[in-house]
């Protein structure tokens, strides 16, 4: 049953039934419900489902699941449903006020999770203030009969997500940790994206800094690294929550889930390997950059001390002969300005064919 998970939460697969998210509330919680289904057999069942009557209907079944899907909800839209559902005070404030680090809670009898969504936002070119990475969080409460989605931000819409789930019943079939797992995968799917996207921005500044012109500025690479931090940030904190699931019991955990929970973990170390790389790799194209700086400014100290040292001869000579002196050689000869003229015109051409050899000119 389990054999093609990875396929149905990676690929876009064909569905029966559509997923309507501009429909308003779809109970009476609040407009900050985007969906409320109930699953039984992996399937969707029939009819708009009130949160209340979706968990009645699937308690006194004995069967299936409710999916809640919220976007931002306000303390007053999640009261309704934190009181029908028992969640834990302290998650819901983390999921109502958001801005939280990627984790994994356990309480009584529910798992709260924290994701990072990361957007790589799109850019002509990358300048000392460009946005390049777009942060937003989704929090998941699974429980044994349920799964709620509270999403935050303007981009990690998971309409697309629970499509691609219907679409395939037996991967629903599985329970709401299934959708944890779906969950997961999206978000660090993501993360490998917006990598190969930031790794482009990157051989673009390698290749100015390394250009014959040598425009890549610092404040580009400072800039870059900011956004990485970002990236890291969001990613980083996830690995212990990916291996709790992949490795720990748990009663709201599908054990045939776990292995791909593995898998999920293994693609976040690979992001985290990536980043650690471009942030090392930024690094030394600064340290390139500052080296660039340095040696053109020692060239420009060369040239400049290289006229000083021409310039030097004829304002020494016109010094001395500007002194005014009645008995000076060479004074009142008729031949005394070609000869001086002669000879600071050799020194200089002299100076100056030494200097240019050496390449200080």
């Not at 054999?3 to 697969?13: D, E, F, H, M, T």
């Not at 999921?95 to 790589?120: C, G, I, M, N, W």
């Not at 900011?226 to 929550?241: F, N, S």
């Not at 020494?316 to 000879?343: Q, T």
Request: hydrophobic fraction near 40%; proline fraction near 5%.
């Amino acid at each position: 049953m389990i054999s093609n998970l990875r396929k149905a939460v990676r690929l876009p697969q064909p569905r029966t039934r559509g997923v309507d998210l501009s429909h308003p509330a779809r109970s009476p919680l609040g407009t900050a419900v985007v969906n409320c289904a109930v699953y039984v057999d992996g399937v969707r069942q029939d009819g708009d489902h009130p949160a209340d009557a979706a968990i009645r209907r699937v308690r006194e079944s004995g069967s299936g699941f409710v999916w809640i899907g919220l976007h931002e909800p306000s303390e007053k839209e999640f009261a309704g449903i934190v009181e029908l559902f028992g969640l834990h005070p302290l998650a819901v404030e983390d999921a109502v006020h958001a801005h939280q680090r990627p984790k994994l809670e356990r309480y009584d009898d529910s798992l709260f999770t924290v994701f990072k969504t990361v957007r790589y936002v799109e850019h002509d070119r990358l300048t000392d203030t460009s946005e390049v990475v777009e942060t937003g969080e989704i929090m998941v409460f699974t429980g044994t009969d349920f799964v709620i989605t509270v999403r935050h931000g303007g981009h990690g819409s998971l309409g697309p997500l629970r499509e691609q789930l219907e679409s395939v019943p037996e991967q629903l079939a599985l329970g709401p940790s299934a959708v944890l797992h779906a969950v997961a995968d999206l978000v660090v799917d993501d993360y490998l994206d917006v990598t190969a996207a930031v790794s482009i921005d990157i051989d673009d500044v390698e290749s100015e800094v390394f250009s014959e012109r040598g425009s890549g500025g610092a404040g580009r690479i400072y800039q870059l690294k900011r956004e990485l931090l970002e990236l890291k940030r969001a990613v980083a904190p996830l690995d212990r929550p990916m291996q709790e699931l992949a490795t720990q019991p748990m009663a709201q955990v599908e054990p045939r889930i776990k292995t791909y929970f593995r898998d999920v973990a293994d693609h976040l170390d690979r992001v985290t390997e990536q980043i650690t790389a471009f942030d090392e790799l930024l690094n030394s194209i600064l340290q390139a950059h500052l080296a660039q700086v340095t040696v053109a400014q020692n060239e420009d100290m060369r040239r400049i001390s290289a006229w000083v040292a021409i310039l030097a001869v004829p304002t020494m000579i016109c010094g001395v002969y500007g002194m005014n002196f009645d008995h000076m050689p060479e004074k009142h000869w008729v031949f005394g300005y070609p000869l001086v003229m002669a000879v600071i015109v050799g020194l200089c051409w002299v100076i100056h064919r030494g200097f240019k050899r050496n390449g200080w000119l």
